[in-house]
């Protein structure tokens, strides 16, 4: 890990050491696509270009689809490392996920037990499998 005063890391790149993302590419999508906000020394600034630098002591708030995530860079990683090491790279300030709605259980046409399921009542399942995730 990085202990310089002044080092930087590419945000792409820390986002892929930290475990945010599975691939560097999809970080750099990530921030070209949907932007991630820096706060630095209180100010706080949109970045939309995977080649900023980031710092220890930014704060970097992203969103993954309904969730938010708001995190403070602890130190810089040199490579892509086990999770545990991804864990220390980083302190999470993010909000608790948002509450996930219960859906009401599929109403079927045909009773328990009566078979295989029609080509109806497989789609009312993948449907509802669906709103699950």
Request: charged share 30%.
């Given at each position: 890990?990085t202990?310089l005063?002044?080092?930087s890391l590419?945000?792409d790149?820390?986002?892929?050491?930290?475990?945010?993302?599975k691939?560097?590419a999809?970080?750099?999508?990530?921030?070209?696509?949907?932007?991630v906000?820096?706060?630095?020394?209180g100010?706080?600034q949109?970045c939309?270009k995977p080649?900023?630098?980031v710092r220890?002591?930014?704060?970097v708030?992203?969103?993954?689809?309904?969730?938010?995530?708001?995190?403070e860079?602890?130190a810089?990683?040199e490579r892509r490392g086990?999770?545990?090491?991804?864990r220390a790279l980083?302190?999470?300030?993010?909000?608790?996920?948002?509450?996930?709605?219960?859906?009401?259980p599929?109403?079927?046409e045909?009773?328990?037990g009566a078979g295989?399921?029609?080509?109806?009542?497989?789609r009312?399942?993948?449907?509802l499998r669906?709103?699950?995730?």
């Amino acid at each position: 890990m990085t202990a310089l005063p002044d080092a930087s890391l590419r945000l792409d790149r820390w986002l892929w050491h930290a475990r945010v993302f599975k691939t560097k590419a999809g970080a750099a999508k990530a921030v070209q696509e949907d932007g991630v906000r820096i706060t630095r020394t209180g100010q706080t600034q949109r970045c939309e270009k995977p080649s900023f630098g980031v710092r220890v002591g930014d704060m970097v708030a992203l969103s993954r689809g309904r969730r938010v995530l708001v995190l403070e860079v602890v130190a810089l990683g040199e490579r892509r490392g086990p999770s545990a090491e991804a864990r220390a790279l980083y302190a999470d300030h993010s909000p608790p996920p948002p509450p996930r709605e219960v859906a009401p259980p599929p109403v079927f046409e045909r009773g328990e037990g009566a078979g295989r399921p029609t080509k109806k009542d497989r789609r009312a399942l993948d449907a509802l499998r669906e709103q699950e995730d």
